[in-house]
């Protein structure tokens, strides 16, 4: 496990991106994990264990905006994240979800690169 002493030594943008992809894993699974593992279960019951999941993204994602939010403004933070939910929940579609590669991906990535370009580039 990685000390909070480590983590707090590293740049403020690597902590938060840490932080955001750690929470993001949980997050997707919690979102989409179900439609495997729980894909014969009552919806409730894969609705109660995805919050349990989403607990742990939680636990991440609000301190990772947070010590973002001392370098990023508001609105870096979200694009920041937007980037991030693509890059963790490609591979997990395709290699989990067993899901096909789709060249929709990359487009949609190459627009997200836009939306980083104009979101950051005024600092």
């Known amino acids: 496990m990685v000390s909070m002493n480590y983590l707090q030594s590293l740049p403020v943008g690597l902590q938060t991106v840490m932080l955001l992809v ?3 894993v949980f997050m997707t699974f919690a979102w989409y994990g179900h439609l495997k593992n ?3 279960s009552p919806w409730y019951m ?3 264990v995805s ?3 989403a607990l742990f993204e939680y ?6 905006n947070r010590i973002g939010y001392t370098q990023f403004n508001v609105g870096q933070l979200k694009i920041l994240q937007e980037v991030i939910t693509l890059s963790v929940f490609v591979p ?6 067993d899901q096909p590669l789709k060249w929709d991906y990359l487009w949609a990535g190459l627009c997200m690169l836009g ?5 950051f580039r005024s600092g």
């Open 115 to 119: 939306a980083v370009y104009f979101i």
């Open 92 to 97: 997990f579609a395709v290699f989990y979800l």
């Open 22 to 24: 750690a929470g993001n």
């Open 51 to 53: 919050w349990g999941i």
């Open 46 to 48: 894969a609705a109660v």
């Open 38 to 40: 729980m894909a014969t």
């Open 59 to 64: 636990l991440l994602q609000v301190p990772a």
